[in-house]
């Protein structure tokens, strides 16, 4: 069994390799596109060269998702812990105009009102930009003190805590450490309380290894009275965790296409 120290470590090391290795091939939304692609292919990762419809990288790179993630694993170690204006800086810094990000097809759309893109503009030859993202950087450049987006809830959240939780796993702040970094880029209610959610199952993956009780146990934390961090979107966490519980028995693809699809 691994030490809760390699524990810590695979978590970061992990994530980040994982986007990696599944950039090429992000954002496939055409499943039938997908499958014809990479039918006579057991090893995906990697993919080269890229079949990523909307932004167009070098095989190897991390997506914007790793890319926060990243940012703030770096924030963490300078600042030996988490420091919000450092985070916010270091953001923007790797996401504003003098970064990689800007290029006059970003520039045109960057905003919370967005152009519609047509298939001239895409691939973009270079890294994309997500909502939050967007909202962050002119909420900084307004130097607005709360600078997270008050509409995205999409899952940048659950790839944001991973190196927080790699950090502050078993420490009674880690809960309050995780929300402060969510709400530099979502300080949207239902990001916050997904994104809690999936540092409590982390955490206890590093501290305890593998578990079958996980969910039964993030449950548990959810439903007490005197939890940390507690959230108004706490019940309906617990109600999507007993669904997804609900359907262990069953087919990933299955499950996500006829129960979790959202369109």
Known sequence: MATVAE????????????DAAIQPLHWIYNEEKLTDLIKDRDDIEFWTPSANPFYCLETGLNSCY???SFVILKSLVQSQGVDVEDLKKATYDRFGPKSDYESSVNAAYAGTKEKKLTSADLPLKGPWRHASIKHFLKNFENKM??????????????LRMVPVVALY???????????????VTQNFDTAVSIGLAAA???????????SPSVVD???S?????????????????????????????KPHHTVVTEKFRKD
């Open 7 to 18: 524990r810590r470590e695979a978590a970061v090391v992990g994530a980040l390799v994982a």
């Open 66 to 68: 790793g890319d926060q």
């Open 145 to 158: 003190e709360e600078t997270g987006s008050e509409t995205d809830e999409q899952i940048d959240c659950v």
């Open 169 to 183: 796993a078993g420490r009674p702040e880690m809960l309050d450490r995780v929300e402060n970094v969510l709400r």
């Open 200 to 210: 409590r199952i982390l955490e206890y993956y590093i501290l305890h290894g593998p």
């Open 217 to 219: 146990q993030v449950i």
């Open 221 to 249: 934390q959810l439903e007490d009275p005197h939890r940390q961090a507690p959230q108004d979107l706490d019940r309906a966490v617990i109600s999507f965790l007993k669904e997804v519980k609900a359907c262990t028995d």
